[in-house]
């Protein structure tokens, strides 16, 4: 059974990612980004950084986990946390002039090797709920693995780590391949590594 943590960037739709863990028979512990021991990161296979409202800079701990963790831990971040993951290596964010709420678009890959999107088409649909986007200025450590239809980054990965971002919500109704996407992610395993066990459970959310 996959360990994974969610920090809770005090969004309301961290709770449909952890259903989605859940159903995936992963033991989840959720932390929000002020309420966590860094260290306490160590004993799960996989962090998952949730959407929330503002920047990454008034999100609580939520770069420092990424620039303690990402060299060893699997992590996926969802909108404000692909955010996060765009800052901590050196991007910026642009403040978009059309605000995304509750609102469908399509995405196309970039790539052919993400393996979160491993089982989809070039194109499909995702929910957007956000105003902030990485620019598209990468540093040298990041890859876009896909764009809009206006060229604003939907999804980046860290070309070394295994750690990506996706700017949609697949937890979403919105993104009817969303479950598919975060099934990807879990059941994925680096090359050399192997689950951890020794690691005692944590049960309190």
Known sequence: MKK???????????YNLVHYLEELDCHVVVKRNDQLDIEEAEEFDKILLS???GIPDEAGLLKPIIEKY???????GVCLGMQA?????????NNLDDVYHGVATKIELFVDDEYIFDGLGKEFQVGRYHSWVVDKNLPNSLQVT?????????SLRHKEFDVRGVQFHPESVLTPDGKKMIKNW????PEGKQEKTEAKPQHEI
């Open 186 to 189: 879990v059941s994925h395993n």
């Open 146 to 154: 896909s764009y809009d239809e206006k060229g604003e980054i939907m």
């Open 70 to 76: 990402a060299a060893t831990k699997s992590i996926l």
């Open 51 to 53: 959407p929330g409202p």
């Open 4 to 14: 994974i943590l969610v920090i809770d960037n005090y969004d309301s739709f961290v």
């Open 85 to 93: 993951i765009g800052e901590v290596f050196g991007g910026t964010l």
